[in-house]
């Protein structure tokens, strides 16, 4: 099994700055795409940002210009640094990544809060 740890949410006021982190740990032989998505209360999860196993990125549009994500292969890391946030921020957080441990499988951390208000 592969288990997600999400770090770094938290309260932060309009404009700052907020950096997740997500470590992969337990017996993964591999990991393809890492991920961060979200859910605000009442909506649904969305895609926030993705990255390949070759550094490749992607955002939806809505999401362009204030986060990127990143990730250490050799640490089995993904990060999230989130710029100039505003209210509609506000949400919790997840990590997924399909990771490979004795077959292939798509995981999810447990979530992490990040509050955005003055």
């Known amino acids: 099994q592969v288990q997600l740890v999400e770090s770094g949410g938290g309260l932060v006021q309009p404009g700052g700055s907020l950096r997740l982190s997500c470590a992969a740990s337990g017996s993964v032989f591999s990991i393809a795409n890492m991920a961060w998505y979200r859910q605000a209360p009442g909506k649904e999860r969305v895609l926030v940002a993705a990255?390949?196993?070759?550094?490749?990125?992607n955002y939806p549009d809505s999401m362009k210009g204030r986060f990127t994500i990143s990730r250490d292969n050799a640490k089995n890391t993904v990060d999230l640094q989130m710029n100039s946030l505003k209210p509609e921020d506000t949400a919790v957080y997840y990590c997924n990544v399909d990771a490979a441990t004795t077959q292939w499988g798509n995981y999810w951390g447990q979530g992490t809060l990040v509050t955005v208000s003055s």
């Open positions: 990255i390949t196993s070759g550094g490749i990125t």
